[in-house]
């Protein structure tokens, strides 16, 4: 099954930067969070409240199609009522001094999400895989974030340097660690587990072709455990590196430490937990970036070599109920294979998406292609062909016949008596193009 090239003109990317606010700056950002959490939380609690009324309706008779639905149109209106009719002890209208940008993404953002998570019912999604409707958020839990479209800030020049200038002239230093290549067309400032303040912009630029690598075969990509991805050139296989395995030991000392130091139900936590609890977020963040990097290498050093890639289309999410869901978090499979779609997108490489059915059963051989009549077994790490004799291991084998599905050889039964293998489950997406945080 052949599928046309994808021919990608420009592109959007995610440009993050570290800020610097001062202490006037850190006030106003934990002002507007609190605002837009304000909104959020009166958003959650009126949806909430509609839905209770329409069951109660329902029960009693009413048409579904009569009862209101609490959508976009009546947030936004709700968000207008808020900004006019809250008001603090001394009468005054806070909620309305604060950034209406910021509010109605809030707005925007509570519509999505709660639109995604009725529509996963209606679909009857099973629900472990279900997304659930929006919580309420907590001062104490949820981190900041606070997203701006192009109205809503600017990059203004003070002293030579170029700050970011929020609603109500509040300008904040950028650590500028490379120029943006465009204008920014929206804004999200955030903070982390480590009370860092981060902005990061979406700009688009053009897209960066690589050279072309004329007499290359297709690389076929098999996602694993105990090695993270096994491809069809020896080179190119990405061993699994245990960031998180190696961290253990010093998470663990980290996480003792705030359990012995931990307050009591009711009182403010000591010194002493709030240091423990900053080492346990910086050990987190360490082995996050440190996977980041792995797999942005090695989705680079893919797509550089070669102009055509098959991908397995591989959600790893039921490892998590399996006996290797620690092994398997700790390979990041999901974010490895989005980094590979992005690279794939950002330098216009061909890369197809596989689906993994009958992958490991279908024998590799051009002259071959048999289907196995039985399922391999996990311990089973040597695939043989029963038709050609074929033998050769299982994950080699499963990246090489995804390469004959995507890019034109169509696995089939070579002699009588055996399944033929379909080539079916072939997309010329890549995987979810998502920005990096560079």
């Known amino acids: ?84 009719a809250t008001v603090n002890d001394d009468g005054v209208r806070w909620l309305a001094e604060g950034s209406s940008v910021a509010q109605q993404q809030t707005v925007r953002d509570f519509a999505a999400a709660r639109a995604k998570a009725l529509k996963d019912r209606r679909s009857k999604v099973p629900i472990a895989q279900r997304r659930g409707l929006p919580r309420f958020k907590s001062r104490h839990r949820d981190l900041a974030s606070l997203n701006y479209t192009r109205r809503g800030f600017s990059l203004v020049k003070i002293d030579n340097r170029l700050r970011l200038r929020l609603p109500g002239k509040v300008d904040i230093p950028v650590v500028w660690s490379r120029d943006l290549p465009a204008a920014p067309r929206s804004a999200r400032v955030y903070q982390d587990s480590l009370n860092h303040w981060y ?32 491809t069809t050139s020896d080179d190119h296989d990405l061993a699994h590196h245990e960031y998180g395995r190696r961290a253990e030991q010093k998470l663990a000392r980290y996480q003792r430490m705030m359990a012995r130091r931990r307050a009591p139900k009711g009182k403010p936590q000591t010194r002493g937990y709030e240091r423990a609890k900053t080492r346990a977020a910086k050990q987190h963040k360490k082995v996050a970036r440190q996977r980041q990097d792995m797999a942005r290498k090695w989705a680079k050093k893919v797509v550089r070599d070669h102009d055509r890639i098959a991908v397995e289309d591989f959600n790893p999410r039921f490892l998590a109920r399996s006996t290797m869901a620690r092994k398997a978090a700790d390979a990041r499979i999901a974010a490895t294979k989005a980094e590979l779609g992005w690279m794939a997108t950002k330098h216009d490489r061909d ?51 995804m390469v004959a599905r995507a890019f034109g050889r169509a696995t089939g039964a070579a002699r009588p008596g055996l399944v033929p293998a379909d080539a079916e489950g072939v997309s010329p997406e890549p995987a979810a193009a998502r920005e990096p945080a560079a």
């Open 351 to 401: 890369l197809r998406l596989v689906h993994p059915k009958y992958t490991t059963m279908d024998c590799s051989n051009p002259h071959c292609g048999a289907r196995t009549k039985h399922r391999l077994l996990l311990s089973e790490r040597t695939y043989v062909c029963e038709a050609c004799g074929l033998a050769m291991p299982r994950d080699k084998n499963s990246a090489a016949v």
């Open 199 to 230: 902005v990061s912009f979406v700009v688009t630029v053009d897209a960066e072709p690589l050279p072309a690598t004329p007499g290359t075969e297709p690389l076929g990509v098999d996602w694993g455990v105990t090695v993270t991805a096994v």
């Open 1 to 84: 099954m052949q599928c046309p090239s994808r021919i990608v003109s420009f592109v959007e990317v995610r440009y993050t930067y570290r800020l610097r606010p001062g202490l006037a700056a850190q006030q106003y950002l934990a002002r507007e969070w609190g605002m837009c959490r304000k909104v959020w939380n009166d958003l959650v609690e009126k949806s909430t409240d509609e839905h209770m009324w329409n069951q109660i309706a329902l029960a009693y008779g009413a048409a579904r199609e009569s009862l209101p639905t609490f959508g976009y149109a009546d947030q936004d209106k709700h968000l207008t009522h808020l900004r006019a």
